[in-house]
């Protein structure tokens, strides 16, 4: 009899299932591919370091997450870096995030913008609006928002920002108009206004996937590889059976919950809740192609390219070969056919599920499912489990949290 099975061994899984044993409990995680590590994976492809899930970078704000990292992979085993992203608007390529750097631009265009910025809904004293388009006219001016946000969000989510919501939003930097004036005025910006990865870690040697490795190590023994989760049913005795065949007291989901709905008997209770889980799917295209500059990304609003950021592989990851990149695009827009600057294609990876997409309505959705579960002893936790923009560092923050504060021990 286990105390708790683990649904889905990538980096939530594997930290659950690390903390759950350390504590003394029956564990045992169920990761449907052959390999465990999900969008913290990385292949060696020729000699060039690809993290299959896209550009993963490692910071936090949570010291928990820091101490638990560092103690399974010293720190002297990664660079510390500077983060250096780019945005190429028209023909001009300048610093991320565009409205602190529009100064960068001709002065004919840094002139058509900050006159659109300062019009601006939230300049003008307006309500904040409800949905992502609008919120970004509000916030940023018609000008960024039709020839950098709107087709980069476009391109990335794969559905219109008309149709997203706005309660995620605290990943991006949020600077008002007189900040922005300031910044062109002044031309330099306030990096201290970046949400995230200013600066990063990148492991030395190889990629994301150290990490993960570095985690898993003790762990292999409780996962089992290969087993994709199809049934989940509530036994009469109280006790949850996976797949005809793992009886257990408690489930943690950490997968997409749309994937489950059958497996879950399809809850007709549930049925408009699950129908407003979606997530998008990415593809990690593998490209040679010679650069010298220090770019780390680069993100690429026009629409008629299909990808929407690229990555120069060798100015991060210091063991990989020279003159690798990557492009990043949504799978509904990727035809195989796409030229990327004259550079030779040498693979393309499609992941199973990328970003949870934030469309209207989806934050009440997922209450409703955890809601529902609780009291049954099936919870969420990560990225899919919480159906929320988490990076890896946020998703292993729950999961020790999840533990610590023993989350499953609670009054109804
Ligand atoms: C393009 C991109 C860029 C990112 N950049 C960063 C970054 O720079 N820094 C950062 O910290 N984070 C980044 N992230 C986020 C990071 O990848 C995630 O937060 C983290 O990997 C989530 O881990 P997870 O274990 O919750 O989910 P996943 O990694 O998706 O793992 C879920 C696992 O469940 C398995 N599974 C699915 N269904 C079933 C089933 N029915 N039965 C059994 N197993 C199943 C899957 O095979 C997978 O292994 C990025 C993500 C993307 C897509």
Redesign the pocket.
């Known amino acids: 009899m286990l105390d708790f099975v683990i649904?889905?061994?990538?980096?939530?899984?594997?930290t659950l299932t690390k903390q759950l044993r350390l504590d003394g409990y029956n564990v045992l995680c169920?990761?449907?591919?052959k390999n465990?590590?999900?969008?913290?994976r990385t292949e060696n492809i020729d000699g060039h370091i690809l993290d299959i899930?896209?550009?993963?970078?490692?910071?936090?704000k949570y010291k928990e997450v820091f101490d638990f990292v560092f103690n399974y992979i010293p720190e002297s085993e990664f660079n510390f870096i500077p983060r250096v992203s780019k945005i190429r608007i028209g023909e001009n390529t300048i610093d991320y995030p565009l409205e602190s750097n529009l100064w960068q631009l001709p002065m004919d265009k840094q002139i058509l913008y900050l006159i659109s910025v300062i019009r601006n809904g939230e300049a003008l004293g307006m309500p904040e609006p409800k949905n992502y388009e609008e919120w970004i006219r509000w916030k940023l001016g018609n000008l960024i928002c039709d020839n950098y946000m709107l087709p980069y969000n476009t391109k990335l989510w794969g559905v219109k920002p008309s149709e997203m919501d706005i309660d995620w939003l605290y990943k991006i930097p949020r600077v008002n108009v007189t900040e922005i004036l300031k910044y062109s005025l002044e031309k330099k910006q306030d990096k201290s206004k970046f949400p995230a990865?200013i600066s990063?870690y990148y492991p030395k040697k190889g990629g994301?996937q150290r990490i993960f490795d570095a985690l898993f190590q003790d762990e292999k023994n409780y996962v089992k590889l290969d087993?994709?989760?199809?049934k989940i049913e509530k036994e009469k005795d109280g006790y949850w059976l996976i797949n005809n065949e793992f009886k257990t007291k408690y489930v943690i989901n950490?997968?997409?919950w749309n994937?489950?709905f059958e497996?879950l008997g399809k809850p007709k209770k549930l049925e408009n809740d699950f129908a407003k889980i979606k997530y998008n799917r990415?593809v990690?295209s593998l490209y040679e192609k010679e650069y010298s500059h220090n770019w780390h990304w680069r993100y690429v609003p026009d629409i008629k390219r299909n990808y929407h950021r690229e990555f120069y592989i060798s100015n991060f990851a210091k063991s990989s070969k020279a003159n690798g990149m990557y492009v990043?695009t949504n799978l509904k827009r990727f035809d195989g056919t796409e030229e990327v600057l004259d550079a030779v294609n040498l693979y393309n990876y499609t992941?199973?599920?990328?970003?949870p997409i934030p469309i209207i309505g989806h934050s009440e959705a997922i209450k409703n499912i955890l809601e529902y579960y609780k009291p049954f002893g099936l919870f969420g936790?990560?990225?899919?489990?919480q159906h929320e923009y988490?990076?890896?560092?946020?998703?292993m923050f729950n999961a020790l949290m999840f533990v610590e504060e023993k989350k499953w021990n609670y009054q109804v």
């Open positions: 649904i889905g061994g990538g980096i939530t899984g594997i169920l990761e449907a591919k465990a590590g999900g969008l913290c899930g896209g550009g993963h970078f490692f910071h936090t990865h990063f994301f087993t994709k989760v199809e950490t997968t997409p994937d489950l497996a990415i990690v990043e992941t199973d599920a990328a970003y936790v990560g990225r899919w489990g988490q990076n890896a560092d946020v998703s």
